[in-house]
T-cell receptor
Framework: KAGVTQTPRYLIKTRGQQVTLSCSPISGHRSVSWYQQTPGQGLQFLFE???????NKGNFPGRFSGRQFSNSRSEMNVSTLELGDSALYLC?????????????FGPGTRLTVT | GDSVTQMEGPVTLSEEAFLTINCTYT??????LFWYVQYPGEGLQLLLKATKADDKGSNKGFEATYRKETTSFHLEKGSVQVSDSAVYFC?????????????FGKGNQVVVIP
C-alpha cells in the first residue's frame, strides 16, 4: 500500500505570495491532518479534515486554510506569506478519528519564504 | 491548553548504552500518550502508545509507561544501536476530542555513536 504523499517536497516563495500544498492520503483513509514544524515552535497542529469537513482547527491566523476533496486528497493554502511561515509542513492520514486509529505521516513539504 | 514537555537538548550516547528521554504532560482531560520517531528526511512514525494509566507501550525494544500520578511518559531502551539515531517526539491526544489532533513536545535528537 502506498504511503502518504506530499507535493511538492520543496518550495521557495517570496513574502506576500501565496502557496498551495497537496497531500494524498493512504488509500481508504478519510482523515487528513496538517502540522507545521519549525525549530522554534516545534510541531503545531493546523487543522484536520474528515470526509471533506473541517473537524478541528489549531491556533493559526486566517491566512492558513485548507480543504479536502471527495477522494480524500487535501490541500492547504497560505496567503500573503511571511518569513515566519518558513517551515516543514507535514500531513497525516488516518482511516478514522480517535486514538484507535493510527496516523501515518507523509515526508513533508519544506517551504522557504524569502 | 494541553501541552507536552520534553527534556532539553540532544542526547548523545554510545552503542549499547541505556536510553531515557523524559516526557511530562499537562492535560485537562484524560489523554492518550504517544512516542513518534522522525528519521532524517522522513515524516513521523508511531513508535508506541498508551491509552490509559499504568499502560505500558512497547515496540522495537523501546518502552514507556503511562504514569498518571506523575503525568509522565518517559521513553526507555535498554541497549541502543546506531540505527536508533533519530528525533523522538512525545505527544498526546485528548481522547475526549474525538478527533486526531495531537499536541507534541519539542523533540529530542538522539545520536548513537558506534
Amino acid at each position: 500500500k502506498a504511503g502518504v504523499t506530499q507535493t511538492p517536497r520543496y518550495l521557495i516563495k517570496t513574502r506576500g505570495q501565496q502557496v498551495t500544498l497537496s497531500c494524498s492520503p493512504i488509500s481508504g483513509h478519510r482523515s487528513v491532518s496538517w502540522y507545521q514544524q519549525t525549530p522554534g515552535q516545534g510541531l503545531q497542529f493546523l487543522f484536520e479534515y474528515f470526509s471533506e469537513t473541517q473537524r478541528n482547527k489549531g491556533n493559526f491566523p486566517g491566512r492558513f486554510s485548507g480543504r479536502q476533496f471527495s477522494n480524500s486528497r487535501s490541500e492547504m493554502n497560505v496567503s500573503t506569506l511571511e518569513l515566519g511561515d518558513s517551515a516543514l509542513y507535514l500531513c497525516a492520514s488516518s482511516s478514522g478519528t480517535g486514538v484507535r486509529y493510527e496516523q501515518y505521516f507523509g515526508p513533508g513539504t519544506r517551504l522557504t519564504v524569502t | 491548553g494541553d501541552s507536552v514537555t520534553q527534556m532539553e537538548g540532544p542526547v548523545t550516547l554510545s552503542e549499547e548504552a541505556f536510553l531515557t528521554i523524559n516526557c511530562t504532560y499537562t492535560a485537562t482531560g484524560y489523554p492518550s500518550l504517544f512516542w513518534y520517531v522522525q528519521y532524517p528526511g522522513e515524516g513521523l512514525q508511531l513508535l508506541l502508545k498508551a491509552t490509559k494509566a499504568d499502560d505500558k507501550g512497547s515496540n522495537k525494544g523501546f518502552e514507556a509507561t503511562y504514569r498518571k500520578e506523575t503525568t509522565s511518559f518517559h521513553l526507555e531502551k535498554g541497549s541502543v544501536q546506531v540505527s536508533d539515531s533519530a528525533v523522538y517526539f512525545c505527544a498526546l491526544s485528548d481522547r475526549d476530542y474525538g478527533n486526531n489532533r495531537l499536541a507534541f513536545g519539542k523533540g529530542n535528537q538522539v545520536v548513537v555513536i558506534p
